[in-house]
């Protein structure tokens, strides 16, 4: 059965820090791996990784992926209070995600 | 552009009462169509998923079951609430391609 165990569960920094969240997965039959965050209510995509090493980037976002020894990050540099949010990892199937528990990163001013 | 409306957004119902939460996608054919639950502001536990009308696919034993009448319309329902059938609800869908879309969400609080 597929698995996905992010860490840590939660995360308090301050305003301008930098953050790094994890997520291992276990799978048969690798797809992909897809970020998303939630902030109040509908989760938003954030990325889809599927090649080993390959740094995916949007602003002050970035995700890798390693295919050999099963994990990805997600790196938020300078943080803001807009960052505070429940950051999701996602395993991508033929017709479903599986997705781990969160890591729920609170951003202090 | 492809929408989801997802309703009601709040909802509070006494144990023992029925449950209908209703999903509809617009600007696509045919999608891949999920419910899943939120517990506590935590992980997202999928409940069901089709993959076209009539076809439904439950992933946890639970008092809850799914139904998709048409193309763009997914249900989610129950003939008796518990308690522990509390929590956020989400609706989704998906072109098959990995990501998923998501409505904004069912607050669903059993007394």
């Known amino acids: 059965e597929d698995k996905v165990v992010q860490s840590p569960l939660s995360l308090v920094v301050h305003e301008g820090d930098t953050v790094t969240l994890n997520c291992s997965y276990e799978v048969t039959n690798f797809r992909s791996l897809l970020w998303y965050k939630q902030e109040k209510k509908a989760p938003t995509f954030l990325f889809m990784l599927t090649s080993s090493g390959i740094e995916k980037k949007s602003g002050r976002l970035s995700s890798i992926l390693d295919k050999k020894e099963l994990f990805s990050i997600l790196n938020i540099t300078a943080t803001q209070t807009g960052d505070s949010a429940i950051y999701l990892c996602?395993?991508?199937?033929?017709?479903?995600?599986?997705f781990g528990q969160g890591t729920r990163l609170t951003i202090n001013p | 552009s492809q929408t989801i409306h997802q309703w009601p957004a709040t909802l509070v119902q006494p144990v023992g009462s029925p449950l209908s939460l209703e999903c509809t996608v617009e600007?696509?054919?045919?999608?891949?169509l999920y419910w899943y639950r939120q517990a506590a502001g935590r992980g997202l536990q999928l409940l069901f998923y089709s993959v076209g009308i009539g076809q439904i696919s439950s992933e946890v034993p639970q008092n809850l079951s799914a139904s998709r009448p048409q193309d763009r319309q997914f249900i989610l329902s129950s003939k008796k609430l518990l308690l522990s059938d509390s929590g956020f609800y989400l609706c989704?869908?998906?072109?098959?391609?990995?990501?998923?879309?998501f409505g904004e969400g069912s607050r669903l609080t059993v007394l």
């Open positions: 989704a869908w998906s072109s098959g391609s990995g990501e998923l879309f």
């Open positions: 996602a395993l991508g199937g033929a017709q479903k995600l599986v």
């Open positions: 600007g696509t054919s045919n999608p891949n």
